[in-house]
């Protein structure tokens, strides 16, 4: 059975009760399309009178491993992510049970102790809110069969793949709220749509506490079209941001099936493209950029554009293995909460 996923557990000393640690054990796979990224990683919380408040993040990279009968033992050094200049050093140990000790030795030879649960097995939890406009209801989440069309890589397994299912590959569980109201879109002004116009429905609909830090929560809209012809966009730059996506009915998707599935390779294109857009969208607020910006033009990520790639995209779409790249799964599993966080 494998160690690896999500811990949780109060500081037991010097100061009991006082912390809470938010653990992520990445060092073994935890399913047969989930990478390895041979990280641990953690969130502490400062706790009194009720209330939590987050104070800082830290990661192992590359720690050791030694498997036993009774515990799975880690070691390593830290490195905090607002304090890169503190040493410290973890041994933690798993027992079968999801029991975790965790022993955080500081640079003055001071022991922090957490007791910790298994509450998981991705690494993170997010939820988010899905509204439809009325002109483009009812809504349609995407799902897409990976080996249908013929530009797929060899030896791809095939698996029928959703938005839930592209992120718990990459380590998150993604909660998604749907239903009624739908956004009101049928006045002139909202044949298309700026990305302050989609600010202001993000506002009026969505049921995350804007105001409310840190949040793991986001919203998506599916809309008629954008101002700029987007077929998505990560349009929410108000602070708190990155907390809204809007995917739009580009002519780009204008194959789809009715159905989830189909044997025509036009169709077959569009159900790519479209759970595509909406992989990418939301990447967007994990605070992820495009592989290009980061310099990275034949990345096999879902952050790369097809079209932008170093190749070509019929060569994108014949190596793309519908995942992060090893980078992108880094940050998002166990980057600094402050930069992953929506709004952070």
Request: some cysteine; aromatic content about 10%; proline content about 7%.
């Amino acid at each position: 059975m494998p160690i690896s996923g999500r811990y949780t557990g109060l500081m037991t000393a010097p100061l009991a009760g006082s912390q809470r640690l938010e653990l992520r054990v990445d060092v073994d796979r935890l399913g047969p399309h989930a990478a390895v990224m041979n990280r641990v990683s953690g969130d502490v919380y400062d706790v009194g009178n009720g209330e939590e408040t987050y104070r800082e993040s830290w990661i192992v990279e590359q720690p050791k491993v030694v498997p036993g009968s009774d515990k799975t033992r880690i070691d390593g050094p830290v490195k905090f992510w607002k304090r890169p200049d503190a040493p410290a050093t973890i041994r933690l140990g798993i027992s079968p049970s999801g029991k975790a000790e965790v022993i955080l030795t500081l640079a003055d030879g001071t022991d922090e102790i957490y007791e910790c649960d298994r509450s998981g097995s991705e690494f993170r939890e997010v939820t988010l809110e899905v509204d439809v406009c009325e002109s483009v209801a009812p809504l349609r989440l995407p799902e897409y069969d990976v080996t249908s069309h013929p530009d797929h890589p060899g030896g791809l397994v095939r698996r029928t793949m959703k938005l839930s299912s592209a992120f718990r590959e990459a380590g998150v569980a993604v909660t998604i709220l749907t239903g009624p109201p739908e956004v009101k879109d049928g006045k002139p002004e909202f044949a298309t749509w700026s990305d302050a116009e989609l600010h202001h429905a993000l506002t009026s609909h969505f049921k995350g506490q804007r105001s409310l830090w840190p949040q793991w929560s986001l919203w998506g809209l599916l809309a008629g079209s954008n101002e700029r012809g987007d077929a998505g966009v990560m349009f929410d730059q108000v602070d708190p941001d990155r907390q809204g996506f809007a995917v739009f009915k580009s002519p780009v998707f204008a194959g789809l099936p009715s159905g989830h599935t189909s044997a025509v390779e036009q169709e077959v294109a569009a159900l790519r493209m479209y759970l595509f857009t909406w992989v990418h969208e939301m990447g967007h607020a994990f605070n992820m950029v495009h592989s290009a910006d980061k310099l990275r033009s034949r990345a096999l990520s879902w952050m790369n554009n097809p079209i932008n790639f170093d190749g070509g995209p019929r060569e994108f779409w014949g190596k793309f293995p519908f995942q992060f790249d090893d980078k992108e799964l880094e940050h998002i599993r166990h980057g600094d909460m402050a930069a992953v966080i929506m709004g952070g």
